[in-house]
Each structure stands twice: as structure tokens, then as C-alpha cells.
């Protein structure tokens, strides 16, 4: 069966208090309605119409993709208005409704909702809820058959009883679709052209309204206002966690944990309080990641370790490569394996070669760096002129005596050493010392100057 999917997402979101478009505001770094996107590619459609409204050029701007088509729906005059608007582009034997303010709808779900609808059934996505107030009420007959929804504004004190809400998800025979929409009407409690009044329509039709739950009422939940958003955001990472728990990790704590991207895992890892991982994250088995780090799209190989407060943009680890606590690796910083980086060390396009260490507090950019090679304390690559960048490449074996200023471009042999508080603007060849400072001179007999009376 060929599936057509429409988004709906012009609403404002007045709640937000927000310049941005509600669908925009993010879970889990990514925009809800991104999520809903993303959520609906799993369903291979044939396609994905996007109805937008408040907002239209910023959600089309950030959300723009071959894959999918954005119909505008000027004025807000209804969800039953908001699909009719996308109907001149569907052709699909099945019509699914989603909505870009409702980001955690599982995938799984929603092809439990697909396998109900044939050209004579119609499938509809409800939840239990604690508190109903506000939803579209499931009404059945004494038999459990589905007549109609009622929206909450309308519903009689009876109806009001019912704590079967509507999602408003649901999925219908994409030919029967422009009838149904063509017949709505607005003369309601709202003064809106309501999808819901299908149901009743397909029932009146001969239709069966065939129902699937929701596994909890955070998975169809819509975020109206930042307290909405925060609860949404707080499941996401729950679910994410138990993801992660599932698959090997222990987390010592689920609650202080956060991920905004992918992240694959392997057995056995175990991560700290107040991780953040961004991006696409690859974590292999025995890795451990301390309290308080950053990590983005990175690769931790085996048995790598992240002490506290590390900061990972763009960096690979080696099998057995430690950094931290307080190491900041940004783009292009592979370590080696086994290789070491200590505590405020800074590194940006450079290699550290297996077993390689920098210990502490130093600027390692745009560098290449020997196996075994040991970086002193307070070593600088002095990568930038001002203009442009250039290259430190070193040999393996190489020693840096602390407080080195290495001024690129510039090349030290393997087995090259360079004397303590040097500056090497010079090439160092292989098993060579460079001495790069003033020499000292003492000075005998030489008399402190004494304060003025
Ligand atoms: C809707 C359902 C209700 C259900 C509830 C679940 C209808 C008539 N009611 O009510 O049964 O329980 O969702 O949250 O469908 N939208 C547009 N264009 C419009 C109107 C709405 O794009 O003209 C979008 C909104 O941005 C929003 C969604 O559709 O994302 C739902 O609209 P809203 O007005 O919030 O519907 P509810 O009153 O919540
Ligand atoms: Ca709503």
C-alpha cells in the first residue's frame, strides 16, 4: 500500500513566547518538527507534505530537503482546513496525519496504526489519559464501536467523562479523503473546519474505525509552552538512556545524562554524571567518559578514557588513548593508541602518534606528531601568523622540553629533543638538540636595589 504523509505545523505557539516558530524549538537539539520528519522517512512514503503556516520562510529555510514539500496554509481555519490544503498533492492509497509539535511518535507505532486501514477501514491513534481536558473524546457504542470524536469545547458534560482522548493522529483511505474534507463544515464551539469530523463521516460511510493506543501519554504529547517542552525533552533522554542501558553502558546516573544526536555503543561502557553527547558519537567497548564532558561527533575506540570536565569536538581516540581531566580537542585531534593527553592541553587539527604524550597545558595545532614522542608542559605550536596557518611535523621519539615555543612551519627529525623554554623557528634534525633560549649568565656579587628614603 502506497502511503502519503502530511505534517501538519502552521500553528503559532503563542504559549512559546518566542520568536521562532514553535515547531522549530528543539529536543534533544533537534527541532520538533524534525524529529517528526525524521520519524516519518522510517515509514518510506511516497511522500511527506509539510503544512505550514506562522513562520512559513524559517521552517522552510531550516527544514528544506528533496524529500519533502511544503504547502502553506495562509490563515489557520482548522486541522480539516490544514490537510485540505496538502489534498491537490496526494495520490496515495493511505493518508497518515502527523504533527510537527508532537516530535516523540515512535515509529513503531505508527506501523501499528498502518496496518488498520484498508479502503474500508480507517486507523486511529488514541491514549489514556489522567486528565482528558482539552482533547477530542473518543465516543463507542455499547458494543466499543468508534461513532465519532467530540472536540473538548464541544462535548457535553457525558462526553467530557471520557478519558479516551484523541491523539489527533490518524490514518485514512487517501481516496475517500477529499470527500470527507470537502464536506466539513465550521459551525462549532471554535469556528474550525475540524479533521476530526471524519470520523463521524467515515462511520456514517459504512467505514470501521479501527483504534491503536499509544504506549503513554508523553509519546503524543504536544509542546505548547516551554514547561511542555522540558517534559518532552526529559522523556526523550529517559528513553534515550534506557536505550543506551539496554545496549551495555551504565550510567551512573540516567537523569544526568543527555544525548542530541546518534550515538552507536558497545558493551561495557560506562559514562559519568552530566555527559552531554552531541552529533554522531561512536563509543566502543570498555570506554569510559568522566563527569562533565562534551562529547561531539567523535570516535572513542576501546578501552579509551575521558577524565572530567574534557571537552570532544570532532576527535578520535585510540584503543587505550586517555585525555583529560579538562582536555579540550577540537576538530581534526586524533589520538593515537595508547596515547595521552593531560589536564588543559588544546589540540586542533593534530595527530598524536601511538604512545605519544602531551601532559599538561599546552597548543598543539596543525600538527603531526611521532609515536612516543613526549610533549613538555607549556609547549605551543605557534601554528598562525596572523594570516595563514602552517605545519609542526614531528618524528617519532621526538622530546619537547617544557615551555617550547615550536614556530611553524617546522620540521624535528625523529629522536630530535629541544632544550626547555626554547622558540624553534629552525628545522631540528633526527637525534639532534636544539637549544633555542638565551644563555645564562650569572652574575656575582650583584646587589638588590634598596627602597628610596
Ligand atoms: C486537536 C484535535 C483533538 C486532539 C488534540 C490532540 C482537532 C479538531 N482536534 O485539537 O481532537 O485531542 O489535537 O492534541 O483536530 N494546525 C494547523 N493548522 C490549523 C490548525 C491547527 O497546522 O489550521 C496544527 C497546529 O499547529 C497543531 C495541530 O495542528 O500542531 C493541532 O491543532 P490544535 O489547534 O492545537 O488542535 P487541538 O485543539 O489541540
Ligand atoms: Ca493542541
Known amino acids: 500500500m502506497s502511503l502519503d504523509i502530511v505534517i501538519l505545523a502552521a500553528g503559532q505557539g503563542t504559549r512559546m ?11 534533544a537539539g533537534k527541532s520538533m518538527l524534525g524529529h517528526v520528519i525524521d520519524t516519518a522517512r522510517q515509514l518510506q512514503p511516497q511522500s511527506i507534505q509539510v503544512v505550514i503556516g506562522h513562520g512559513a520562510e524559517t521552517v522552510r529555510e531550516r527544514l528544506s530537503a528533496d524529500d519533502l514539500s511544503f504547502v502553506v496554509q495562509a490563515e489557520q481555519l482548522g486541522t480539516g482546513h490544514a490537510v485540505a490544503q496538502a489534498l491537490p498533492q496526494l495520490s496515495a492509497d493511505t493518508v497518515l496525519i502527523l504533527y510537527g509539535d508532537v516530535p516523540l511518535i515512535e515509529v513503531e507505532t505508527l506501523q501499528r496504526l498502518l496496518h488498520q486501514v484498508n479502503a474500508e477501514q480507517l486507523g486511529l491513534l488514541t491514549v489514556q489519559l489522567a486528565d482528558p481536558t482539552g482533547y477530542g473524546r473518543i465516543v463507542r457504542d455499547a458494543a466499543g464501536t468508534v461513532q465519532e470524536i467530540v472536540e473538548h469545547k464541544d462535548a457535553s458534560a457525558a462526553v467530557r467523562a471520557i478519558r479516551e482522548g484523541n491523539t489527533g493522529i490518524l490514518a485514512v483511505p487517501g481516496k475517500r479523503l477529499a470527500d470527507w474534507l470537502g464536506r466539513l463544515s465550521n459551525s462549532n464551539a471554535q469556528g474550525e473546519y475540524y479533521l476530526t469530523d471524519v470520523i463521524g463521516m467515515a462511520v456514517a460511510d459504512g467505514l470501521v474505525v479501527a483504534t491503536e493506543q499509544a504506549s503513554d501519554e508523553m509519546e503524543v504529547l504536544g509542546a505548547n509552552d516551554r514547561i511542555q517542552l522540558a517534559q518532552l525533552e526529559r522523556h ?30 558497545g558493551r561495557d561502557v560506562l559514562i559519568d554524571i552530566n555527559v552531554i553527547l552531541e552529533g554522531r558519537v561512536v563509543i566502543e567497548d570498555n570506554v569510559e567518559i568522566g563527569p562533565n564532558c562534551v562529547i561531539r561527533n567523535s570516535t572513542l575506540r576501546q578501552g579509551a578514557v575521558v577524565k572530567a570536565n574534557s571537552h570532544l569536538d570532532g576527535a578520535e581516540l585510540g584503543q587505550g588513548a586517555d585525555c583529560g581531566p579538562f582536555a579540550r580537542l577540537r576538530p581534526g585531534s586524533v589520538l593515537g593508541a595508547k596515547a595521552h593527553v593531560g589536564n588543559f592541553v588544546e589540540m586542533k587539527n593534530a595527530v598524536l602518534g601511538a604512545g605519544a604524550k602531551a601532559g599538561h597545558l599546552s597548543y598543539l595545532g596543525d600538527a603531526e606528531i611521532g609515536a612516543r614522542t613526549n610533549i613538555g608542559a607549556g609547549t605551543i605550536t605557534c601554528n598562525y601568523d596572523g594570516a595563514n596557518k602552517f605545519k609542526t611535523v614531528m618524528g617519532e621519539d621526538v622530546f619537547i622540553g617544557s ?31 636544539a637549544v633555542g633560549r638565551a644563555k645564562q649568565r650569572n652574575i656575582e656579587g650583584w646587589q638588590r636595589p634598596t627602597k628610596k628614603k
Open 17 to 27: 513566547r518566542s520568536a521562532l516558530p514553535k515547531v522549530l524549538h528543539p529536543v
Open 236 to 265: 526523550y533522554q529517559y528513553r534515550a538512556g534506557r536505550r543506551l542501558m539496554a545496549q551495555g553502558v551504565t550510567l551512573i546516573d540516567p537523569a544526568r545524562f543527555d544525548q542530541r544526536g546518534e550515538v552507536s555503543v
Open 403 to 433: 615551555n617550547s615555543s615550536l614556530v611553524a612551519p617546522l620540521n624535528l627529525g625523529a629522536g630530535a629533543t629541544t632544550g626547555a623554554g626554547s622558540t624553534i623557528t629552525q628545522d631540528v634534525p633526527a637525534d639532534t638538540l
